[in-house]
């Protein structure tokens, strides 16, 4: 049974007792409502990315494309994979949100940021692949979403994640034989594997996982995943990892929990493994990211100053706004044709005070913000509160 969440506040300014005043709204952080509790967990930073209208990503100050490579090695039968800015393609909307032409994209295909993987082995064994690492390394704590469609091609790892080192990771990966095999075998309901890992000191001690057990998790969900965009979510707490699927919940992981600082990283690969890519593909294959969102807590204690500094009253109206959640499969072509239909706190003015945002190719549609008024957090009745990654008591 679901463990009760204790709800948080990212700062002890929560105690502070300064006098009621926004400067802006929600200079005091971003909640996330429990789907089974009342309690909230409030995170005091934000990244927030709309690929369908993102220009070019190597412009982009919030990410990083990574170039690096790992050899082949012939005795393990495993392919070297080559990530390139060349694999990293940026394709937009042709026009923003047009009621015409709703999903029409610049380069054809389906807009958003492209990782490709190519078909084509590279002379030195290696296969061609493409990564992005977010900017940002001092995230602790947090709501992570994503939204992609995925490729129907056999033989490659779409894969969301965040990393610190090889024991602090939380990792969603999805395998295309595994959520292509339904239609491979002829079956009319998709049978969709997702892959939900925690790797640990033990998970590096005995060089491997089962699923479905206390740091692996395999749901399944009856969908297929190549059709359209869908919402990947992880919620990341000191006492466990929360995962979500189009907004509804799917598994908890509570063993080994990530603690460190990390980066999020999206990365579209294969090398050939039997037991887990297989590959390469047989033609290049493109995984397509429409958004990325995340409120979390800082380690960097600049950040956390800043934090301090900006958040005056919890309590005050505005001060802490509600993050919306995702119910439904999100589409360039919903209704309002508002960037996959999803919330950014980013294009809407006096909601990203003090957030270090890129925003230079940005924009998007208008609407109201959900939010936190009159009720101060701190007065749930919990005991606990998390200040910037470290639990005290009262």
Known sequence: MRSQRIGYLASASVLSGLISSVAA??????SVNSTSFPQHEVFTDLIESDFLTIQDIAVDTDWKIQRYWTPYDPSSGYYGENFTAANVVSNPLKYNYSLEHPTESQLGGSAGLQLWVRSELQSNGLIPCGQVKSARDDIQYGSFRTAMKLTPVNGT???FFSYYNDTQEIDVELLSRQ???YSLSGSDVPSSPINLVFHSVQSIIDDYQLPNTSTYGRPVVPVALTNEYHEYRFDWTPDRVSFYFDG???WDLITDVPSWRTAILFSH???GAAGWTQGPPTEDAVMTISYFK??????DPQRMSDYETRCKDPSAANSICIIPD?????GAAAPQNGSASTFFFSQHSNMTSNQTLYTGENSGNSSSCAKVAGIPLWAVGVGVFLVFGQWIGF
């Open 269 to 271: 690969w294969s090398n």
């Open 179 to 181: 959520y292509t095999n």
């Open 25 to 30: 709204d929600c200079e005091c952080g971003y």
């Open 248 to 250: 509804k919940w799917l």
């Open 157 to 159: 790892c779409s894969a």
């Open 326 to 330: 995702q119910k439904v499969a999100p």
């Open 294 to 299: 995340a409120y979390f807590n800082s380690s």
